[in-house]
Nanobody
Framework: QAQLVESGGGSVQAGGAVRLSCAASGDTVSMYCMGWFRQAPGKSREGVASISIRGTTVYAEAVKGRFTISQDNAKNILYLQMNSLKPEDTAMYYC????????????????WGQGTQVTVSS
């Protein structure tokens, strides 16, 4: 079974930047794409960004132009560079691995990390 571990979260001032990392290990053969999700208290989980094994990326409208998803295939690490952070970005961030890419999205997420908290204050 594959395992995903997020890191890099913490507290930051509005306008600052944070880079999250997600290290994958174990059986990663079925991972065709990966994505970042977030969930704030009292809100539903939402997709933030995703990337296919070929490098195609998709972003939620709320983070376009500010966040960048990337991957280091040699090291099996997924990244999320978050710039120009806003208090609204405060949430628990999770990385996940999907088994298919179609319809312009990563699908069939089966493996999830434990999450890393990002808190943005003014």
């Amino acid at each position: 079974q594959a395992q995903l571990v997020e890191s890099g979260g913490g507290s930051v001032q509005a306008g600052g930047a944070v880079r999250l990392s997600c290290a994958a290990s174990g059986d990663t053969v079925s991972m065709y794409c990966m994505g970042w999700f977030r969930q704030a208290p009292g809100k539903s989980r939402e997709g933030v960004a995703s990337i296919s094994i070929r490098g195609t990326t998709v972003y939620a409208e709320a983070v376009k132009g500010r966040f960048t998803i990337s991957q280091d295939n040699a090291k099996n690490i997924l990244y999320l560079q978050m710039n120009s952070l806003k208090p609204e970005d405060t949430a628990m961030y999770y990385c996940a691995a999907g088994r298919a890419w179609y319809g312009g999205q990563c699908q069939a997420y089966g493996t999830w990390g434990q999450g890393t908290q990002v808190t943005v204050s003014s």
